[in-house]
């Protein structure tokens, strides 16, 4: 059970590329989100994910993109890499519906914008 | 919580003493409270929750107290090893909000032999 995998952990782009952090889970959770963690600070949500097919904007999408083609994968998206994007950023996952359950975090990927 | 920009709040406490984390938030729809366990490199790692229909949750070294009257929270670890030290965050969910989570900007704890 390998939890929730982020892929590449480790990245460095020049301004205006564009690229995709991987995020894939092995649990069946049907909620997934990702966040961004700048230095000294807590996580900040960018865009999260219910179910198959259905996304919705976090607290700091502008920059970014999301998809859901499959329960398993939750890709995110940069358009056009900004120095401001600079951050570790983190995928999330857990059971959805009204009981909450705690969200299952992987290790980070860290982007380094030029 | 407000940020505190780059320097997080530290709490330096000696091997075998208790250390306590406090938190405060702001939302009072908020229902459902976690404190996640972040070590260096690594992402958030779950290690309590209470709802708000609770005051105190008990757990193997950790007991998490939430007062809803003043909005606080606070995580307290008995017998602090240094295996503890990291950086520790409250987070919490509206109600009503699905599983979105808002983070507290963290609080880090070292472990002092």
């Known amino acids: 059970n390998a939890g929730v995998t982020q892929t590449p952990k480790f990245q460095v782009l020049k301004t205006g590329q564009s690229m995709t952090l991987q995020c894939a889970q092995d649990?069946?959770?049907?909620?997934m989100s990702w966040y961004r963690q700048d230095p000294g600070m807590g996580l900040r949500l960018i865009h999260y994910s219910v179910g198959a097919g259905i996304t919705d904007q976090g607290e700091v999408p502008n920059g970014y993109n999301v998809s859901r083609s499959t329960t398993e994968d939750f890709p995110l998206r940069l358009l056009s890499a900004a120095p401001s994007q600079t951050s570790v950023y983190f995928c999330?996952?857990?059971?959805?519906?009204?009981?909450?359950?705690?969200?299952?975090f992987g290790d980070g990927t860290r982007l380094s914008i030029l | 919580g407000e940020s505190v920009g780059l320097h997080l709040p530290t709490l330096s406490v000696q091997e075998g003493d208790n250390s306590i984390i406090n938190c405060a938030y702001s939302n009072s729809a908020s229902d459902y409270f976690i404190w996640y366990k972040q070590e260096s490199g690594k992402g958030p790692q779950f290690i309590i929750d209470i709802r708000s229909n609770m005051d105190k949750r008990q757990g193997q070294r950790v007991t998490v107290l939430l007062n809803k009257t003043v909005k606080h929270l606070s995580l307290q670890i008995a017998a602090t090893q240094p295996g503890d030290s990291a950086v520790y965050f409250c987070?919490?969910?509206?109600?009503?909000?699905?599983?979105?989570?808002?983070f507290g900007t963290g609080t880090q704890l070292k472990v002092e032999l």
């Open positions: 987070a919490e969910i509206e109600t009503g909000g699905g599983n979105k989570l808002t």
């Open positions: 649990m069946n959770h049907e909620y």
């Open positions: 999330a996952s857990s059971y959805a519906g009204d009981s909450n359950q705690p969200q299952h």
